[in-house]
């Protein structure tokens, strides 16, 4: 199975700020990588798919990059809504793999 | 507008079956490259992939788990299903169906919490 490292495991940040979260999967996964939202008691929610395209609906302060073994999401301009974990999902192999989350809170 | 609903019975013991249902509304297991899929999340393993059947009644498992898990749907009523034989308390957890059609889990429903207890 492809491990997916994901870091940081949590993060502390600002309203207004911007923030990445970063993964790495084992191999090369040819960008066929999603980014998840879970917000407290929820399930998670697509935000990112292919590396950078964003689910409908999501807003533009999300972005996604990234190639080979080496993706990231960012966040800009962080909002309260924003409080949430975070998760990195590659679909390139099957298993398909997530990584072990980014719990972000608000400063 | 997309909807996905998960059922099932809650507390169980070990070494029975976990029956699981997934209803759902706006898209069709009829249509071509379409799936549900199930997915877990344990205290222990995090997010878990579990199994995908797709339209072509094509499944796939994953196969730390291959030889307990079954898939199965119903597509005229709109349903997928998923049973895991032989639990026990590390089956404890969360769980989720999801549409998905190229590749991510585009749409989760909002999760069954199963506990596996003597």
């Known amino acids: 199975d492809i491990q997916m490292t994901q870091s940081p495991a949590s993060l502390s940040a600002s309203l207004g700020e911007t923030v990445t979260i970063e993964c790495r999967a084992s191999e090369d996964i040819y960008s066929n990588l999603a980014w998840y939202q879970q917000k407290p008691g929820n399930s998670p929610q697509l935000l990112i798919y292919d590396a950078n395209s964003l689910a409908d609906g999501v807003p533009s302060r999300f972005s996604g990059s990234g190639s080979g073994t080496q993706y990231s999401l960012k966040i800009n301009s962080l909002q309260s809504e924003d409080v949430a974990s975070y998760f990195c999902q590659q679909y390139n192999n099957y298993p398909p793999t997530f990584g072990s989350g980014t719990k972000l809170e608000i400063k | 507008q997309v909807s996905l609903k998960e059922s099932g019975p809650g507390i169980l013991q070990p070494f029975q079956t976990l029956s699981l249902t997934c209803s759902f509304s706006?898209?069709?297991?009829?249509?071509?490259?379409?799936?549900v899929g199930w997915i877990r999340q344990t205290s222990g393993k995090g997010l878990e992939y579990l199994a995908t059947?797709?339209?072509?009644?094509?499944?796939y498992f994953n196969p730390s788990l291959n030889s307990r898990l079954t898939v199965s749907k119903d597509t005229s009523n709109n349903q997928a299903f998923l049973k895991i034989t032989s639990v026990d308390t590390a089956d404890t957890g969360t769980y989720y169906c999801?549409?998905?059609?190229?590749?991510?889990?585009?749409?989760w429903g909002q999760g069954v919490m199963v506990t596996v207890s003597s």
């Open positions: 706006g898209f069709s297991l009829g249509t071509s490259n379409m799936g």
């Open positions: 999801t549409q998905s059609q190229l590749g991510a889990q585009d749409y």
């Open positions: 059947i797709w339209w072509d009644d094509d499944k």
